[in-house]
């Protein structure tokens, strides 16, 4: 029994297993209470040999998960399980963050997973709508119509990407929201880039640098990243932003940046932010306006750049710029 060190997607990998005739179990977080290690919706897979990768509590739980997958795999019966500090159980597991949580586990529909996979692929996102009760499960799309009592709470989680727990009457459903991987398109392959860059990775963004200028965008300065050295609107025409997207425009040049910032605004990425001085920014501000961009777009800008915690060096100010995105990503500004 060992954990697999394979960095790639979970569900991907699920998917591949199954391709090879792997019998697979399927464990997700459903309910958490307290200073739960994990949030709702993680995953881990596991095969009948014990193999796994992913985590539902960080290593407190996964041997119980893990055994309870081997009889899932031999029966064909999903299992809840519940794991907390008051338990002997959770005790004995190492649960002793002092929170609690709940997890299904389920030999997953092979069919349903092709096809979420599919929408993932494709950045778009998707719902997947357990009945706790019976073990069935259904694939909810964003452009999908639903027709039945579940229509508004399978909306409300499209749109807000939050699964949780529904009571419907007697029945218990698990709505998980599936949304594309963050991306972070930096603009300017500048030393903040190649701090903020390999930090961005770390925390689970697909990031992609584009620059014009070939001496700065260079693999030798950026090893582990996927580089563009080309104009940003040749590269994000064929590769369009998204919803999904934070871009951070760094050079501080406005023939590389403008094109970028007016880009991410017009695709409602849910971080733009550029690199400047409040007095720069005044200036590209009225830069974009002649471009045609609106106020309230230009509002949404962030600048200076970064959360405001005294960076000055190159370092710092990426630190200061991924924290800033991922505060963006985590709490969303209320629709209007």
């Not at 090879?20 to 309910?31: C, D, F, M, P, Y």
């Not at 881990?44 to 795999?73: R, W, Y």
């Not at 030393?191 to 925390?203: F, Y």
Request: hydrophobic share 40%; proline share 5%; glycine share 6%.
């Amino acid at each position: 029994m060992y954990a697999s060190n394979d960095e790639s997607d979970t569900l991907l990998v699920a998917e591949q297993w199954l391709r090879e005739g792997r019998q697979t179990a399927l464990a997700t977080v459903i309910e958490t209470w307290g200073s739960a290690p994990r949030r709702i919706g993680s995953q881990m897979i596991i095969d009948a040999q014990g193999v796994f990768l992913g985590s539902v509590s960080g290593g407190c739980v996964e041997t119980e998960v893990i055994t309870a997958a081997a009889d899932v795999i031999a029966t064909g019966e999903p299992k809840l399980l519940e794991f907390g500090v008051a338990d002997e159980t959770a005790w004995r597991v190492g649960l002793s963050c002092g929170g609690r949580i709940r997890v299904s586990v389920e030999c997953p529909d092979k069919e349903l997973l092709y096809r979420l996979n599919q929408e993932r692929s494709a950045r778009r996102t998707a719902l997947v709508i357990s009945d706790l009760n019976q073990g069935h499960q259904r694939l909810i799309r964003e452009n999908d119509d639903v027709e039945d009592d579940l229509r508004d709470e399978a909306t409300t989680a499209l749109r807000n990407g939050v699964s949780r727990i529904l009571e419907v009457g007697e029945k218990t459903y698990f709505l998980n929201v599936f949304r594309p991987k963050p991306r972070l398109v930096i603009i300017g392959a500048v030393h903040i880039s190649q701090a903020l860059a390999p930090m961005a990775h770390m925390v689970g963004y697909d990031v992609e640098i584009i620059d014009p200028r070939t001496a700065f965008a260079s693999p030798e300065r950026f090893p582990a990243s996927r580089i563009y050295p080309d104009w940003p609107q040749d590269i994000l025409t064929k590769r369009p932003l998204d919803r999904h997207t934070a871009l951070a425009a760094l050079t501080h040049d406005p023939r590389i940046d403008d094109w970028a910032l007016a880009a991410a605004l017009e695709a409602g990425c849910f971080y733009v932010g550029a690199l400047g001085s409040r007095k720069t920014h005044a200036q590209r501000l009225q830069r974009l306006a002649a471009l045609g961009t609106k106020q309230p777009d230009l509002d949404r800008i962030a600048a200076p750049i970064g959360l405001n915690i005294g960076a000055a060096t190159p370092s710092e100010i990426a630190v200061a710029v991924l924290a800033e995105i991922i505060r963006s990503f985590r709490f969303p500004k209320a629709e209007a």
